[in-house]
């Protein structure tokens, strides 16, 4: 609890501009944990320029952006890297991959609804291109549920999701509201609550479901024929 506390308040602090040296010595905590908490916030001009007045404090932020610039170069190598490996995708690689999307993210709880949850709108989006163009659901058939926290601006929420995934106000169901603040969350979100994307089609869920179950199946067979000498899996 004390740890989630210390994170809650770091992220308030850095978002209220105060500096990676001051936050540190009032929590206490070290350079790259406070990095790695504060690493999506980004301050505005004039909070930059509050803090860079002071010359070593500007060495510190300066530093902390020479971190994320070689750590972006890097992850942008490894991009290029698998673009020219796994594209271009196929109908089945895209029906796959949204079958293990929804391995992980997919509502299991009834067979009559088809449903994924996520909070970063380019996860929603695949969603819905997944469910419209790969398993042919039609776009009008598909209907959103947002779940957002009591002190978020509800009508600006549904406006950007709507906006986003380009699904039509009138396809939204009731916005579930949580009686928490966004701010008490102790992980990284996309700032704009969760978005749930609902398919009531019993046939669909069958045809996801068993889809899921026939890979897992097939791996499994393949693991258990595999000898511990020769590992052929990957």
């Not at 509502?107 to 994924?116: A, I, L, Q």
């Not at 009591?150 to 579930?176: A, C, H």
């Not at 609550?193 to 068993?210: D, E, P, Q, S």
């Not at 097939?218 to 000898?227: G, P, V, Y």
Request: glycine share 6%; aromatic share 10%.
């Amino acid at each position: 609890m004390v740890h989630k506390a210390k994170r809650q308040e770091a992220v308030r602090l850095r978002r209220l501009g105060k500096s990676f040296t001051y936050i540190r010595k009032k929590l206490n905590v070290a350079k790259g944990t406070l990095s790695y908490w504060v690493s999506g916030i980004k301050l505005t001009k004039e909070q930059l320029k509050k803090i860079q007045k002071e010359g070593r404090e500007l060495q510190v932020e300066r530093y902390i952006e020479t971190r994320k610039e070689q750590r972006k170069k890097i992850f942008d190598t490894f991009c290029e890297i698998e673009k020219a490996r796994l594209l271009p995708l196929t109908k089945r690689d895209f029906l796959i991959a949204g079958l293990f999307l929804y391995l992980g993210e997919g509502s299991k709880t009834n067979w009559w609804e088809t449903g994924v949850s996520n909070s970063n709108p380019t996860i929603i989006k695949f969603t819905i291109f997944w469910l419209t163009k790969i398993l042919k659901v039609p776009k009008n058939k598909i209907r959103i549920r947002l779940h957002l926290y009591k002190n978020m601006n509800i009508k600006k929420e549904l406006e950007f999701w709507s906006r986003n995934i380009k699904i039509s106000l009138v396809q939204f169901r009731k916005t579930y509201i949580k009686k928490t603040s966004s701010q008490s969350v102790n992980y990284f979100t996309f700032g704009h609550g969760t978005c749930n994307v609902l398919v009531g089609n019993g046939n669909l869920k069958n045809r996801i479901i068993a889809g899921i179950r026939v890979i897992l199946e097939a791996a499994k067979s393949r693991a258990d024929s595999t000898t511990p000498s020769s590992p052929r899996f990957i």
